[in-house]
């Protein structure tokens, strides 16, 4: 059994750092906890084995006799905050009257302080010997290659972004096959009609197969117009629709179709041949449509 402890990096921070791997310029990154408070992260090491990451909670002083806990320390729940500031009262360790928890939407726990106790004091000892601050070990221990690996946070996100630019690369190429398949079809019904080739379902010949036949016949002067052979397949397909009265304005709806295809496929291969700034261009757009209120 191997343990693995990745912490929780920002959002934006990390979209922002991926777009500075792109473009070849270093970054930094540094955990940061969704329950809030504060840290130092001066011995994290990269989030590998060793390093230590301090947590605290903020406290405030509502008065000379009230202390209120806004936020908890990633990985502690109110409860388990209030049993240790209990605790340490009976250690005599800080001297309280009572703990109230408030909290609802936000973190809000009450600490009355005994007669005579300096809040600041009280502050400074509920850091030392409650869980008010805690100290979390990260452990990036990841499968890379099959294979278990301890990596540091900088290295975790330059493989995802490489993934993801590969990802993003077979889209591409995938779309691309599509667009050229539809520009070759497209480009068939074009012909088909305009060159009255669907004329020869007309004429009587004595198998279907022999209609096939003299339908890729017809196809023969206009090959060099394609981009790859007629097939049989294309053929059927092409039989399948309706033979309908072809009026000048379908040719000119196949060509706008065609023109429509062709504008695509120059932008497709323009983004596989620029394919870091697409990519940069796709991390950009997460960003300004999920970062907001992620700050």
């Not at 302080?113 to 004091?121: C, N, R, T, Y």
């Not at 062709?262 to 757009?285: M, R, S, T, W």
Request: proline content about 3%.
């Amino acid at each position: 059994g191997l343990a693995t402890k990745i912490l929780p990096h920002n959002f934006c921070e990390l979209i922002e750092a991926s777009v500075k791997y792109l473009r070849g310029k270093k970054f930094e990154l540094h955990p940061d906890f969704q329950t809030g408070g504060m840290a130092d992260t001066s011995n994290y090491n990269e989030g590998k084995r060793g390093g230590k990451v301090r947590v605290r909670s903020k406290i405030e002083e509502v008065d000379k006799k009230t202390l209120a806990i806004r936020d908890v320390p990633y990985g502690v729940t109110t409860t388990q905050l209030m049993d240790s500031i209990v605790k340490a009262n009976e250690l005599g360790k800080i001297k309280i009257k009572k703990v109230t928890d408030n909290t609802a939407a936000d973190v809000e726990v009450l600490v009355d302080l005994a007669p005579g106790i300096s809040p600041d004091i009280t502050i400074d000892a509920l850091y030392a010997f409650t869980d008010c601050e805690v100290s979390i070990s990260p452990n990036a221990c990841v499968i890379v290659d099959d294979k278990p690996k301890f990596i540091g946070v900088h290295e975790l996100l330059r493989i995802s972004v490489d993934n993801t630019k590969e990802l993003l690369k077979k889209e591409l190429e995938i779309k691309l096959k599509e667009l050229q398949d539809k520009w070759h079809y497209t480009s068939l019904e074009r012909i088909f009609f305009e060159e009255k080739i669907y004329k020869e379902l007309e004429k009587k010949h004595e198998t279907w197969d022999k209609v096939i036949q003299s339908i890729d016949k017809a196809f023969a002067p206009f090959v060099k117009q394609l981009k790859r052979p007629v097939t049989r397949e294309d053929i059927l397909k092409l039989t399948e629709k309706p033979v309908r009265r072809i009026y000048r304005l379908d040719i000119d709806e196949l060509n706008k179709q065609i023109k429509s295809i062709e504008a695509e496929i120059k932008q497709v291969k323009h983004n596989l041949a620029n394919l870091i700034d697409f990519a940069v261009e796709y991390y950009e757009n997460l960003l300004k449509k999920y970062g907001k209120g992620r700050e």
